[in-house]
Each structure stands twice: as C-alpha cells, then as structure tokens.
C-alpha cells in the first residue's frame, strides 16, 4: 500500500535561517507529489507540484526516486511560512484529487 | 470564480445519531468532489470520490455514506454515528489535471 511519511511533527526554526521538511513515500511506481500548506485562519491549499518543477513563495521541492523522498525546502525562512505542511501522493491519472497525506508537519518561525 | 462552501462547521452529535454534511460547489460544472477526514495526529484520509451525478467511490470501509444528487452538492451521511466518526472532514473539489480545492471543514464531535 502506498503511504507518506513526514517524520516531523514540529519544525521551529529562527527567520533568515534555512527550512527543511522532510516528506518520504512508499510507491513501486512513477508517483506525482505536492506540498499542501494551510495557513492560520485559512484553508488548505496546494503550495507546490513536482510536475510543474516551480517554486512557489521560496519553497521549492526535489523529487528523489533513489531515496523515494520529495523533501520541502526554503533557504530563508520568513515569519509567514509558519504553516502546516503536508505532504501528498498520487498514485493514479484518473483523478488529481485521490491522494495519500501525511500527518503535517507544524512549522513555527520565531523572530 | 469558483467556490467552495461546506457546512456546518462544527457539529457535536450522540453516538446512534444521523448524520448529514453538505458541500457545494459554485462557478464550475462537473467537477470531482471528495469527502476527506482527518483523525486526530494523523493525515487526510480520502473517504470517498464522484466524478459524476449519482457516482460515488468508497476508499475505505466505514459507517459512512455519501451521495450527489446534483452536479455540484455532495452530502456525507451516516445512519448511526459511531464513537469513531469523530474528526475533522473535508470537502474538496477538482477540474480534471488541475490541484484539489478545500472547503472550511467540518468539526465533528461524536460523544
């Protein structure tokens, strides 16, 4: 069966400083992968796509075969990143919206 | 432009009771509609996908139905509420090859 891993339930992290969210999958096959974020009072959103190979309010993400992970990152983290982030996998083309979450990973950026 | 509306937002019920959650959709036709949930310190799980009027997938085996009686309204439903229904559900709808779009969510407390 297919499942998201995000090891981190809380990432704090100081403003300027670089941001890492770690995101591993298990699929045999070609998965599509994104990065949903939901910030406070807000609802949750797509942030980015692997496919689309963009990077999107800093962050980018890699998609990695060899170690099946697709890991978030930012070199400069800013106060309104503090978000939670979640990971997710598609495993089929019939429809962009059947995904696999993670569990989230909280992020705080302090001043 | 299109939106989401999910109601209510929370909602506190006896176990045994009925349950009815509704979703709409507005400024688009014929979109993929999905009911999520999400467990407390877990991930989104899908619960069930419509492509279509009176289409419905079932993810996962549960005390929980859902119908679309119109194009662009998807009703969760359940005759007798568990303990376990509780948690946080999830609409969300999608054009086909484009990213999924959240409602408000809704909270529910089964006691």
């Known amino acids: 069966a297919q499942r998201v891993t995000q090891p981190e339930k809380l990432l704090s992290v100081f403003k300027g400083a670089p941001v890492e969210l770690k995101c591993n999958y298990s699929?045999?096959?070609?998965?599509?992968l994104f990065w949903y974020v939901q910030y406070s009072r807000q609802r949750l959103q797509l942030l980015l796509r692997?496919?689309s190979r963009e990077s999107i309010k800093g962050f980018t993400a890699d998609l990695n075969k060899g170690e099946t992970s697709f890991h978030l990152k930012k070199p400069f983290a800013q106060e309104e990143d503090s978000a939670m982030y979640y990971c997710?996998?598609?495993?089929?083309?019939?429809?962009?919206?059947?995904?696999?979450f993670g569990a989230g990973t909280q992020v705080v950026v302090t001043p | 432009s299109q939106t989401i509306h999910q109601w209510p937002a929370t909602l506190v019920q006896p176990v045994g009771s009925p349950l009815s959650l509704e979703c709409t959709v507005e400024?688009?036709?014929?979109?993929?509609l999905y009911w999520y949930r999400q467990a407390a310190g877990r991930g989104l799980q899908l619960l069930f996908y419509?492509?279509?009027?009176?289409?419905i997938s079932s993810e996962v085996p549960q005390n929980l139905s859902a119908s679309r009686p119109q194009d662009r309204q998807f009703i969760l439903s359940s005759k007798k509420l568990l303990l376990s229904d509780s948690g946080f559900y999830l609409c969300?709808?999608?054009?086909?090859?484009?990213?999924?779009?959240f409602g408000s969510g809704t909270q529910l407390s089964v006691l």
């Open positions: 400024g688009t036709s014929n979109p993929n």
């Open positions: 419509s492509v279509g009027i009176g289409q």
């Open positions: 692997h496919i």
């Open positions: 699929y045999s096959g070609s998965p599509e």
């Open positions: 969300a709808w999608s054009v086909e090859g484009e990213k999924l779009f």
């Open positions: 997710a996998l598609s495993v089929t083309t019939d429809s962009w919206g059947k995904l696999q």
